[in-house]
DNA sequence: ATGAAAGCGCTAACAC
DNA sequence: GTGTTAGCGCTTTCAT
């Protein structure tokens, strides 16, 4: 707008500047293996001076490259923002950026998925379990390539990368068997969600090999709020589970402290445990005993399936084993 | 790469499947008030057979705007989780995408910048009180326009968007001695932070004003561990100062838990204060006195000066108000 | 209201 | 090793 002679600098102007040609100053910048080192010097010199930055926007129109892959989570989940972050490093350390869709609501991501299609993404991340299956099917292409992440209802439409749900639900379950539960409750975040299908599932059918049922309480929503609210439900009934499996650590850290308001010790007179390995659940007021998701590793996976051209398009299906980390909310001393 | 027909319709496609010129199906997407409804409608039918979708890569190089901010941010905090978020769902309201750097530390930061650049961004926001000084001068250009988000540091050098720290620390101050605190310490997260300084000084100006003394501790970090460790230096000393006043919330829940696991009560031995009201401090298992940022103010007033032509460019500098939010973590019943 | 034509700033053959 | 040339897919005058 203000012609501030500074920010429109081009590959021309260098030129210019340096006395070559136009392609010379591009190859500096892309391809210097190419160019004389004199003449890349004088370039760069040239540039300096300019204070002249290549455009990634002309590039990647020609280039049919943006370097750019896109994400699309929900916007207030703790369990997603670690997942995004480990993305970021990872795209960083590759020179590669992440653009950023949120969202709100499932309607909101339709509108996300419209602007994902215009900005010619490298490749596109579908995160939240709670995405519908009309618009993985809408986004199933082969370029870019997409990736659904930790959303197992995407099996068989989509590349899927995911932690082993059902036998991490599995190996909770087993867990607080032999701490002695007898009888139990899995409360999961949203029922439509798949991965709290899988997870429940894995669970009663642990619970159920050892002869105990497994009712299932729907929280309502993924956050601490809801698992807190949920507590209370659990505590209306006569006489409470010996433990409560949260579906996600977010809910079962809300689980613990409504549990706990409600008089309730943790782990004395319920146990609890959770899911996804967030560090909350670490923290000392807590120490929840959960299913960790490898996180590095999922994303690297995902980050594979993206870029290596050898990774066949077709139904990939990475499923991750979890590590179960035992805390102190289901560590009691029985007699 | 292998010929998907679908992937790469342009508008001379559809221009020659609606019969019309490629500068009308243009403007269909970009201007349609410009064009005859009735022709709108064969181009759209058109587009939609071939699923033509606009390339924004393109539509960028032409019309110098990408939609796009950037935001530099440190990768593991919760209060910047919480601070994308927020700009992320204003932006996407906008038609707007964020692009994420995100940096583990500060020599990382380097990198972010330099590719900042090249995507020709609409904005972009500068977060991280550890940025250097070095790279906010460098970033010092309007255009694109840069902000600093809770920056004090750059202060006179970029546009500047803050929370009140001093003001807000003052406010904890005072409410801990209205508490009965007649020691106190407050452990910082960074010293070099500039929120961490301001904070300091607005908290021990305050304490000064009732002869309270208020030694600094560095934690070292920003996160949780380090307050929990932060802790033990502080039951280490003979003798314990009535209130902790930590520099940030995240750190603030460490040290409350460092504390409790050390053996002394929160808030019945010593108490505890916070600042940024994230959601983990409303936690009932922590309930932390805490200064809440306005977090969605401070985005609409950094997004505002990021796009609004009528904001001067010069040194604006935005400093809203927090607000106490005081939880258990100060209420002590005494004698 | 629509078409023709000229770029936006780069990359990538292709010449020399 | 370097220059020339032709686009990438749009937006935007300028004609008509």
Chains 1, 2 share one sequence.
Not at 207 to 218: F, G, S
Request: proline share 4%; with cysteine.
């Amino acid at each position: 707008m203000d012609g501030q002679p500074a920010a429109r600098v081009t590959s021309h102007d260098v030129a210019a500047e340096a006395g070559v040609s136009q392609a010379t100053v591009a190859r500096v910048f892309s391809s210097p293996e190419k160019v004389a080192l004199a003449t890349q010097e004088q370039v760069r010199e040239a540039a300096a001076r300019l204070g002249y930055v290549p455009n990634a926007i002309a590039r990647s129109l020609k280039s049919q490259r943006t370097d750019v892959v896109g994400a699309v989570v929900p916007a207030r989940s703790e369990y997603w923002q670690n997942v995004l972050t480990a993305f970021s490093r990872r795209l960083a350390e590759q020179g590669k950026q992440l653009l950023l869709f949120s969202f709100v609501d499932a309607d909101h991501v339709e509108s996300a998925l419209d602007s994902v299609e215009q900005y010619r993404l490298d490749g596109l991340v579908l995160a939240s379990s709670t995405i519908r299956l009309e618009h993985l099917v809408r986004m199933q292409r082969p370029n870019p390539r997409v990736v659904a992440f930790n959303q197992p209802a995407a099996s068989g439409l989509l590349p899927l990368v995911t932690v082993d749900n059902e036998a991490g639900a599995r190996d909770l379950a087993e867990h607080i068997v032999a701490r002695g539960a007898r009888t139990a409750a899995f409360v999961g975040t949203v029922a439509t969600a798949s991965t709290d299908q899988i997870r429940y599932r894995g669970a009663a059918a642990a619970l159920a090999d050892h002869q105990i049922a497994c009712p299932y309480l729907e929280a309502g929503a993924f956050n601490y709020d809801a698992g807190y609210k949920a507590a209370a439900r659990i505590l209306d009934g006569d006489g409470h589970p010996d433990a409560v499996m949260g579906g996600s650590d977010e809910l079962a850290l809300g689980l613990i402290d409504g549990l706990r308001t409600g008089g309730l010790d943790v782990p004395g007179d319920v146990l609890v445990t959770g899911f996804d390995g967030l560090p909350q659940a670490s923290w000392a007021g807590y120490d929840l005993t959960t299913l960790v998701q490898p996180i590095e590793v999922l994303v690297d996976e995902t980050l594979a399936i993206l870029f290596d051209s050898a990774a066949a398009v077709a139904n990939i299906e990475r499923i991750v084993p979890g590590t179960l980390r035992e805390g102190k909310t289901t560590r009691r001393d029985r007699g």
